[in-house]
């Protein structure tokens, strides 16, 4: 009711000064609301005030701002701008009416005695993953709190088809069966069973779907080659099937041990909030509010039943986890969003590798909407069509986010008034329009997403997303899946192959700068819109220099990312023991910290027992270790040692000491979201990574190119020995 009486209030006509007032009184209001960000009304009121401005804002651009259609060289130019903003619009509804009141659940407990409980089949697809990688999430598979005759883990092999292992290519077809055997080994060392098919037909789907005529259990969990389950994983999802029939689907965040390529290369792990956490913490709540939250490929729990009765997983798309999740939708059952992380996994290293999960997702996206008639498919709700659809018109934004960056450059280069409008209304409709537009999102989003960021992983990711969403668009069923390389490596700082666009539009826009203080001297008459103009390119330029150095490659050596731990133990060596605290481990050791007079006993190569709890037991676990350095600092001594156990029983101990722990996984959940950030704060920390971080890549990528220059030249000089 509050929403249609201020989107109908927007439409009515007023004079420039009563706009003023009004489009200002509003903004303040958003200001006023802001301390009820967190309750419900508090959150209706924000997005009917910032409704009202933006509205007022889209009627007056419609009637009063478009060049005259025989006026093609501004009309063009201005038309692309004014479609650009009214998708903008469009997304603003769609995404509102998502997060508008997200659903927090609580995990249903169960009782594990119970012998009615639902079976569970746990699948791990694999393609080409390193055994190094699968052992660390078949042991915490096999591993899992939950009765042992209720579960079993399987190993779906891709890469060990009989398809793969005869391929003509005699080289690739013995490191295929190798890769199987080692597997099989793998399979058979931790109870795992290994399962693979003919054909590599339909991919990650057909894998999966390849299965289930040999798995038997009531529900199936997915998990991905590298993300590793808390021992509690099926204890905190498994209950939802049991309270409820009607449910198909039960999914739960995505939590990442490594940081993204762009926080990486910023550094802004973990001081900014992850790209990932505004879709895991907000968006899905969001969607589960509606019973729209979808499957996400991983850290999952299906129906078995409702499975097989929409076919098996979906293969239409690439993105064949959202698919499946519609096709359940239509089917008429239910899902549900669980937000605690329940699975560690790792993204990707490189930003070539970045790209491509991204492409991925947004190609599948597409896909779904243009091949599986998303606004008009039987058996979903209003509700529903209108979150798959803001799901897949999203990444649209390969489109849009050029044009807002270029867009000043039409004037400043060429002098083109594709917006005719004056001062006065710019500040009457333009500006409160553009700060009602920074401080909603902040509103609804504060905690998972800062002002800016938004526009920043937009950007970095339009200028190579859009070749494949045009291909896409194209040819919708022409995309083929493929796999996220995972666990990279980079021995030097170095720009990606990936950079030349970045550094091209740091120019472009270089010289847009340059532009405007040159029509600043030359044209006095007209320095407040060139000053107005100039800005809006500045911040372009502040996002391009960003986004230059996110694709500038920092050093990374470490293959697994480490983790916080802070769990007392005891430190065991030729009869003596020592109070011990595991700092932080990894897949391939621990950073332990002793007292001092321990020292004396220790030396590098030795071999040493841990005694430590795993989860909620208090029993000591024993894991040995190999001491492979040793190190005094401020008055503590610590060691960093390797796992070197001596059965699977302690390798499993290992594992669960490591990433067994939901609770430390939730607390760096939580701890990773830093304090909320205004739009002032959040665009001076905009600045600072393109001073701190893009000039500095600027300058190597320079020094580069001039190197390599002089390299290749002092080459062709070179006379060869006669």
């Known amino acids: 009711m509050l929403l249609t009486a201020i989107g109908c209030s927007a439409t009515l006509p007023v004079s420039l000064e009563a706009q003023l007032l009004v489009a200002w009184s509003f903004v303040a209001a958003l200001f006023l609301i802001s301390s009820l960000k967190t309750h419900r009304t508090g959150r209706i009121l924000g997005i009917s005030f910032a409704a009202f401005v933006t509205i007022r804002y889209i009627i007056w651009r419609t009637t009063n701002t478009l060049p005259a259609p025989d006026d093609l060289v501004n009309f063009v130019p201005g038309m692309i701008l004014y479609v650009a903003e009214i998708f903008s619009f469009m997304m603003f509804l769609l995404s509102t009416f998502v997060i508008s009141n997200p659903l927090n659940r609580k995990s249903i407990p169960i009782d594990v005695t119970d012998p009615d409980l639902p079976s569970v089949d746990i699948v791990i697809p694999t393609y080409d993953e390193e055994a190094n990688l699968l052992l660390i999430t078949l042991t915490a598979a096999v591993s899992l709190d939950y009765p042992k005759s209720k579960f079993k883990v399987y190993l779906l092999d891709d890469g060990g088809t009989a398809q793969k292992c005869n391929q003509a290519d005699a080289l690739k077809a013995d490191a295929a069966r190798r890769r199987a055997e080692k597997l099989k080994e793998l399979c058979a060392a931790t109870g795992a069973i290994y399962l693979t098919r003919e054909r590599n037909e339909h991919a990650k789907a057909g894998n999966i779907n390849a299965s289930l005529s040999k798995i038997g259990g009531d529900l199936i969990a997915i998990l991905d080659a590298d993300h590793v389950p808390s021992s509690d994983f099926l204890l905190k999802t498994v209950g939802f099937f049991v309270k409820d029939p009607g449910i198909a689907l039960v999914q739960t965040p995505h939590f990442f041990l490594n940081p993204d390529p762009v926080e990486y290369n910023l550094r802004t792990f973990p001081r900014m909030p992850s790209e990932n956490e505004l879709f895991y913490r907000n968006i899905q709540p969001g969607l589960d509010r509606w019973n729209a939250a979808f499957f996400c490929g991983s850290a999952a729990l299906l129906r078995r039943t409702a499975l097989e009765e929409v076919g098996g997983i979906s293969g239409t798309s690439i993105t064949e986890d959202c698919e499946t999740a519609m096709d359940l939708h239509a089917q008429g059952y239910r899902s549900a969003y669980l937000d605690e992380p329940l699975i560690a996994g790792l993204q990707p290293e490189s930003?070539?590798?970045?790209?491509?999960?991204?492409?991925?997702?947004?190609?599948?996206?597409?896909?779904?909407?243009?091949?599986?008639?998303?606004?008009?498919?039987?058996?979903?709700?209003?509700?529903?069509?209108?979150?798959?659809?803001?799901?897949?018109?999203?990444?649209?934004?390969?489109?849009?986010?050029?044009?807002?960056?270029?867009?000043?450059?039409?004037?400043?280069?060429?002098?083109?008034?594709?917006?005719?409008?004056?001062?006065?209304?710019?500040?009457?409709?333009?500006?409160?329009?553009?700060?009602?537009?920074?401080?909603?999102?902040?509103?609804?989003?504060?905690?998972?997403?800062?002002?800016?960021?938004?526009?920043?992983?937009?950007?970095?990711?339009?200028?190579?997303?859009?070749?494949?969403?045009?291909?896409?668009?194209?040819?919708?069923?022409?995309?083929?899946?493929?796999?996220?390389?995972?666990?990279?490596?980079?021995?030097?700082?170095?720009?990606?192959?990936?950079?030349?666009?970045?550094?091209?539009?740091?120019?472009?826009?270089?010289?847009?700068?340059?532009?405007?203080?040159?029509?600043?001297?030359?044209?006095?008459?007209?320095?407040?819109?060139?000053?107005?103009?100039?800005?809006?390119?500045?911040?372009?330029?502040?996002?391009?220099?960003?986004?230059?150095?996110?694709?500038?490659?920092?050093?990374?050596?470490?293959?697994?990312?480490?983790?916080?731990?802070?769990?007392?133990?005891?430190?065991?060596?030729?009869?003596?023991?020592f109070p011990a605290q595991v700092l932080n481990g990894s897949a391939n050791g621990l950073n332990i910290e002793l007292p001092i007079p321990a020292r004396s006993h220790l030396s590098e190569s030795m071999i040493v027992t841990l005694l430590a709890p795993t989860q909620d037991e208090e029993i000591e676990k024993p894991i040995t270790l190999r001491v492979r350095r040793m190190s005094v600092s401020g008055g503590t001594f610590s060691i960093g040692c390797e796992f070197n156990p001596v059965s699977q029983t302690e390798a499993a101990h290992a594992v669960h000491l490591v990433y067994g722990n939901s609770r430390i996984w939730a607390k760096r959940w939580q701890g990773r979201v830093p304090a909320e950030r205004s739009a002032l704060r959040s665009f001076a920390f905009l600045t600072g990574l393109a001073l701190t971080r893009g000039l500095p890549a600027a300058w190597n990528i320079c020094k580069g190119a001039v190197t390599r220059r002089g390299a290749a030249k002092e080459s062709s000089e070179t006379v060869p020995a006669q």
């Not at 997702?361 to 209003?382: E, P, S």
């Not at 494949?468 to 194209?474: F, M």
């Not at 970045?502 to 030359?522: E, K, N, P, T, Y």
């Not at 911040?539 to 990312?561: D, K, M, T």
């Open 351 to 577: 930003f070539v590798s970045f790209i491509g999960q991204r492409s991925r997702w947004a190609q599948g996206m597409i896909q779904i909407l243009l091949l599986k008639n998303v606004l008009w498919r039987r058996g979903l709700t209003v509700a529903q069509r209108l979150c798959y659809l803001s799901n897949s018109l999203y990444w649209f934004f390969v489109f849009i986010r050029p044009i807002f960056v270029l867009g000043p450059l039409c004037y400043l280069f060429f002098g083109l008034q594709i917006v005719r409008t004056n001062v006065p209304e710019f500040f009457a409709y333009i500006l409160p329009h553009i700060v009602a537009s920074v401080m909603l999102p902040n509103i609804l989003n504060g905690k998972v997403r800062w002002p800016f960021i938004s526009e920043l992983y937009e950007y970095v990711l339009s200028l190579h997303l859009s070749r494949a969403v045009l291909s896409v668009l194209w040819n919708p069923r022409a995309p083929q899946f493929k796999v996220t390389a995972k666990g990279e490596t980079m021995t030097s700082n170095r720009a990606s192959p990936l950079a030349g666009p970045f550094v091209w539009m740091v120019l472009i826009l270089s010289a847009g700068m340059v532009a405007a203080v040159w029509r600043f001297i030359v044209l006095p008459d007209s320095r407040e819109i060139i000053g107005i103009v100039a800005f809006w390119n500045g911040i372009s330029l502040l996002l391009a220099l960003a986004g230059l150095g996110a694709v500038y490659e920092q050093r990374q050596i470490r293959r697994f990312p480490r983790i916080g731990l802070q769990v007392p133990a005891v430190l065991k060596l030729d009869g003596i023991s």
